[in-house]
């Protein structure tokens, strides 16, 4: 499942936090030992990182960097040429450092910022998604993560969203100016969840208001500035359905040479494109081999009596079938998650796998609704390392008004095995520890610029680890089940690869999806719509399992007998969420 790092914003963070962030702890050195160029760096990088903030004052605010909270970038030609100067004025000043003079570490931070530099660029004038993307403008998200912050008194809070959406007009207007040929699918995920935002900018906000300390006079402001925003929302909804609609031609394949290049710049992997794709081929007829394996193990204990079908697809797909008629209901299933959390706890803390802080909570909820429709029924909202202490979120989208049809075919993929492995995967010891952990790191660039392959990377490793080490009691059901999850892994990548390298129909997808991968009709179908959403970012899962694996396998060896898996996972989780082939590089090095 997607998580949403970027939605947890809750503490101010002064200044001298900053230097400090920044400079702990960056040589390989012992202390006192940072060379000249280390320490000239580590001041080069607190300056980088608040102009960084400064530009983009809502991923400031999603990390816990409440500075510039008021602020609202107009997305115009003259903002993006503003954004464009300074990018290319940072790359140049970073290439006056010399790479080979900086720790291992430094250079990873080095390289990090670099990437971030020249894959914004590519993104504004080669991929320029802001043209055909309405989806991306959508003023409830940030607005509503003030709302929902604790990290100032709410008066503090009411005026930076007061200041924030003065310009909201504008914004919108800028908007409908960008757009250009947008994709069918992205205009309908703008509208849904622009609707869904002027929630935000309800009763819940009013009632806010009206209990704060603020004057009549900011009161009667915001207020007026809320209906504003309203008026501009619901406008901005109205040009999308009747002005853009008929001209929203564009395809959501962006080809081969633009697949190539993001996978280059999101990923950052030591593989290309191409070949974690083939790896990934390989990696399916590996599971189905297993799969056969122990569906053919569990056929006599469920289907006692009745002939094992000769074909092993069939084979599985029965069996499969069978373990997934056990779930909850539709009214339960947000409730199941919840009661799932503590056990997972106690498992990861029982079996010394990693070092657990109970000091930060995880909050299960409902996923708002200027979140829902982009195809992600569970994610994670983590707050940033400015904030270390305030709640993370683990979103879980309900199914209480769903067409009960719609909704058992959910469930069943969601069963009481895979519902366990979602957990796994999503809070503990997946994403919610990890970004956890990430939060810790002594390096600012390597906490907040997080590889989305590494990301979900460790999500997926995690989910291995945890049956490895007993979980499910190393029973064919769950190392079955677990199987046909990770084949959805492997699935996303091929997925990814022949909608946007190739030219699959959904009709073709959806029955590889449910063929190949045993899925339900409800999650195939949603796959394909985030597969039309999105680009690479459904590659980042195996590419990041693949490598953080194959790191761990290649440590054993070398290790032998004095590996630990405990030490393995915390000192990789160390570094941040830097690409692997970094976290590689350093972890060998030690």
Known sequence: MTPRYSLALLSLATAGTLAMASCQSSSDKPNGEASTADVGFDRYKQRFVDSLWYYNPGWASSVGYHKYDSLLVIPNAGRRQQEAQAYNRWQKELREFEFGKLSVNNQTDYQLMMNLLQSSRWYADTLRNWEWNPAQYNLSEPVAEILNGRYQPLDRRLRSVSLKISRAAEFYEAAKSNLKNPTKEHLELAILQNRGGLEVFGKALQDSINRSGLSEQEKTQLRTRVNTTRMAIESYVSFLNKDVRPQATRSFRIGKPLFDRKFYYDIQSSSTADQVYQKAQAHKKELLRDMGVRATRLWPKYF???????????????????????????????????????????????????????????????????????????????????????????????????????????????????????????????????????????????????????????????????????????????????????????????????????????????????????????????????????????????????????????????????????????????????????????????
Do not use: C
């Open 304 to 590: 006692a009596g009745k002939p094992m079908p000769a074909d092993t697809l069939t084979r599985i797909r029965e069996v499969i079938g069978k373990l997934s008629s056990v779930h909850t209901t539709q009214q339960g299933f947000v409730d199941a998650v919840k009661q799932q959390i503590p056990q997972l706890v106690k498992f990861v803390d029982e079996h010394k796998l990693l070092t657990q802080d109970p000091s930060k909570p995880l909050v299960v909820r409902e996923t708002p609704l200027y979140m829902r429709g982009s195809g992600a029924g569970a994610s994670v909202s983590a707050p940033g390392p400015y904030d270390k202490g305030a709640d993370t979120y683990y979103n879980v989208e309900p199914i209480v008004d769903w067409k009960p049809e719609q909704a058992e075919s959910y469930l069943r993929e969601y069963n009481q095995y895979t519902l366990q492995i979602l957990n796994i995967h999503e809070a503990i010891p997946g994403h919610y520890t990890q970004l956890v952990y990430a939060n810790q790191s002594p390096s600012i660039i390597k906490a907040v610029l997080g590889n989305g392959a590494m990301i979900e990377g460790w999500a997926v490793y995690s989910e291995r680890m945890m049956l490895e080490s007993g979980y499910g009691n190393n029973s064919d059901e769950i190392w079955l089940m677990w199987d046909k999850w990770n084949m959805r892994v492997t699935l996303n990548t091929i997925l990814d690869h022949l909608v946007h390298v190739g030219n699959i129909s959904e009709q073709d997808a959806v029955q590889m999806l449910v063929r190949d991968g045993f899925q339900e009709q409800a999650e195939a179908t949603n796959k394909w719509r985030r597969a039309t959403l999105s680009q690479v970012q459904l590659s980042s899962y195996f590419t990041g399992y693949t490598e953080i694996y194959d790191l761990r396998e290649e440590l054993k060896q070398k290790q032998g007998k004095d590996f630990d898996l405990k030490a393995f996972n915390e000192q990789f989780l160390s570094y941040g969420s830097a690409p692997v082939k970094y976290i590689r590089e350093m972890m060998l090095k030690k």
